[in-house]
């Protein structure tokens, strides 16, 4: 029973989103305490631990196992749900590859990641499609300005008043290959990244190199591996010789003082819209935009989400765990 309480825990954390996990899927994704303090000797399971742990916890009633999936409470009716929102997802999968193709043409853009429940494939229908956009560092305004642009332009951006956009991409956070930590850390944020999916690469070194960078993931994951994240894509689309040709004039034309111009005059462009759209942001989100990070959420559900985590493992007797907080802005 060594590893009960990771178990649970993992299970707990994706029943708020009503997703029973596969048994590779527990290991995979396998919380770890290390950051709360927890007692522990740091010691990654293998496989074979885990499944012997699910068998162990579905014998004496604790977790439920239906068709290849594991779960709590009885809510068997969730494995419907979930193989329902994999479908969707399928076919968002098939919409995300036909919008980020564009980007391929643009300077700067290093990856793109797929996120949230797309990279999950947990997704709904009325959902949009998250995406975590890496760019060259000192041109991150102008990328974001490119790109919000090129997606506007063929009519799958989402834009910031609307509340609901199906299928459009939402552009909600761009980091540089210079700043690649993600400073804000907690059981969502982990969770969060380990997801991502590559989408588009032209700098594949930059994968590995992300995931160096937030090693404190391993603090929140207990098998969390660099090596294994590069290759995690659905199918992850490169530039091909017309798009390299076109991508690197408009690279030797912007690697000049009116590049820098331009990412001055984007900068300050973007930040009065910013700011004016600030003002009517909910509280309790979190907005970032440096030369270094620009993120955007506003309405982010990070707090609901750990709060409900909490309270599923008070349900399950696991107290000493429940003390889970949002990341700090």
Known sequence: MYWRNNVLATLAYYDVFDFPLKEEEVFKFLFNFEHLSASGDGRAPDLGEIKAELETLKSNGAVNFYDGFYFLFDRDYLIPLRLRREKIAN???????????????????????????????????????????????GRIWLSRLLIS???????????????????????????????????????????????????FVSDPQIIAEFYKANSWLANFVLNFNISSRRH????????????KIKSTAWEMILNSKLGDWLED????????????????????????????????????VEKEIIEKYNQRLIALGLDEFAVEKKSET
């Open 91 to 137: 076919k968002k999968w098939k919409k995300i590859y036909r919008a980020v193709w564009w980007l391929k043409f643009l300077p700067y853009v290093k990856v793109v990641f797929a996120s949230g429940s797309l990279a999950m494939s947990n997704a709904e229908e009325l959902g949009d499609l998250d995406i975590l956009v890496v760019v060259k560092h």
């Open 149 to 199: 642009g090129l997606l506007s332009l063929i009519g799958i951006r989402r834009r910031y008043n609307q509340k609901i956009a199906p299928d459009k991409i939402c552009l909600n956070h761009y980091i540089t290959n210079k700043s690649l930590l993600i400073p804000y850390k907690s059981i969502y944020t982990a969770q969060t990244y380990i997801n991502l999916k590559p989408v």
């Open 232 to 243: 995690e894509g659905k199918k992850i689309l490169g530039r091909n010789f017309l798009a």
């Open 265 to 300: 005059w984007a900068k300050r462009w973007q930040i009065k819209r910013i700011e004016k759209h600030k003002k009517q942001d909910p509280p309790g989100g979190r907005v970032i935009y440096t030369d270094e990070q620009l993120e955007f959420h506003p309405g982010s």
